[in-house]
């Protein structure tokens, strides 16, 4: 498992929101995707700075108000496992 | 001069050599041809289409010349040259407006990349654009036509062209191609509307033009504003519904849509947000034309109430 992600090096990230959703276009890849808050809460918070899976959930908790279980924590490692599919962010290499 | 102006002979006199120079806005097209079958039809459907006497310019060079292999005795073949190239294997002789129309898109969409290209329908009322994107099969062609012969003015049926500086849907008229039972549709909806000749076993099926009227062609070059991104879906018997559409879903339908949306990269992203940004989007459902374009006329004018829309739900 992955200790510490960051966001991709090469991502070059712009947003757009209207009514629902967040649309993400990655100028590196030209790519667009839909993200929902906490897809896009997840980025924000890595494009602050790289972060261990255990320190985003604490985070997340906190943001969205939510008491953090394990399925809390199993939905952030499938997000994480996504975004990292996507080209979006990558394990921290220091 | 227009296309209509030019006598038969010499309209085949200048196809044959040295060519036809002639302007589809926002383009001028050299055209070469030396079918003897295919002048006529041209200035049927291109009647209105202004020739350029001293161009020097053209946009793409083509020649629609009969194949010269062994075939041409047995089924004659007519080959698309673009820039002294062949990007086409060779389609029937009898098909050559189809297969210039074709082979034009084919143009467009490789080489016209200062514009975001659209698949979609583009008609403008009282200076607003309507956007109809949509897949083939969905009744677009169709739609266009109809609310082409009911007072919009037709900025495109297949490309629509947007200018990424400020927005502007830039003109872009052609015959418009209708598709098997939407020909006999648009010839009861429409008998006033000017046709080609019916084209059978296409890799469409039957296919025949639309000629658009005079006053798209002479406007076309008058850029319009979008005011509504509407993605219409024909559905036999289906009841007329006009839904709202989220804006994130219509942006990511109608980036879907667009033939080199991820090629331009942010300048896509960007037109496509300004679009969505300024544009009302819908999904509309029709069976009948004259309820949709009463519907759609409705919408220009601002007449439609509350009941008139549906809200947007999953499926």
Known sequence: MIAIWCINSLACLHWRHWEEGYILFNAASAQTHMLNEFGKAVLELLQEAPNSVIDLGKQLAVHFALEWDNRAQFYLQSVLADLDQLGLIEPYVP | ?315
């Open chain 2, 1 to 315: 001069m227009k296309l209509a102006d030019l006598p038969l002979d010499e309209l085949r006199r200048r196809l044959h050599q040295p060519g036809l120079f002639f302007r589809i806005e926002p383009f001028c097209v050299h055209l070469h041809s030396n079918l003897a079958d295919f002048p006529p039809v041209l200035r049927r459907l291109y009647a209105d289409y202004q020739i350029c006497e001293t161009a020097s310019f053209a946009d793409f060079h083509i020649s629609l010349d009969r194949s010269k292999g062994w075939l041409r005795w047995w089924r004659p073949q007519v080959q698309f040259w673009v820039d002294n190239e062949i990007p086409f294997a060779p389609f029937p002789a009898d098909t050559a407006l189809p297969f210039l129309e074709w082979g034009l898109n084919w143009c467009v969409g490789q080489r016209v990349h200062h514009l975001l290209l659209l698949h979609s329908g583009a008609l403008e009322k009282n200076g607003q654009a309507v956007l109809l994107p949509a897949w083939p099969g969905s009744g677009k062609s169709t739609l266009c036509a109809a609310l082409n012969y009911r007072g919009w003015r037709l900025l495109s049926d297949e490309f629509a062209l947007v200018r990424p500086a400020d927005l502007a849907i830039i003109p872009f008229p052609r015959p418009i191609p209708l598709k098997n039972e939407s020909i006999a549709v648009i010839r009861a909806f429409a008998p006033e509307a000017i046709m080609g000749p019916e084209f059978p076993k296409t890799r469409k099926g039957t296919v025949a033009h639309v000629r658009p009227p005079r006053d798209s062609v002479i406007r076309s070059q008058e850029p319009a504003r979008a005011r509504w991104i509407i993605f219409p879906h024909f559905e036999a018997n289906a009841a007329l519904s006009l839904k709202t559409l989220p804006k994130e879903r219509a942006f990511l339908k109608l980036a879907g849509n667009s033939f080199n949306y991820e090629l331009i990269g942010l300048r896509g992203f960007e037109t496509v947000s300004g679009l969505i940004d300024s544009c009302d989007c819908y999904l509309l459902t029709y069976s009948d034309l004259e309820q949709a374009i009463t519907r759609l006329n409705a919408l220009a004018a601002g007449e439609l109430t509350r009941t008139d829309i549906l809200e947007f739900a999953e499926e």
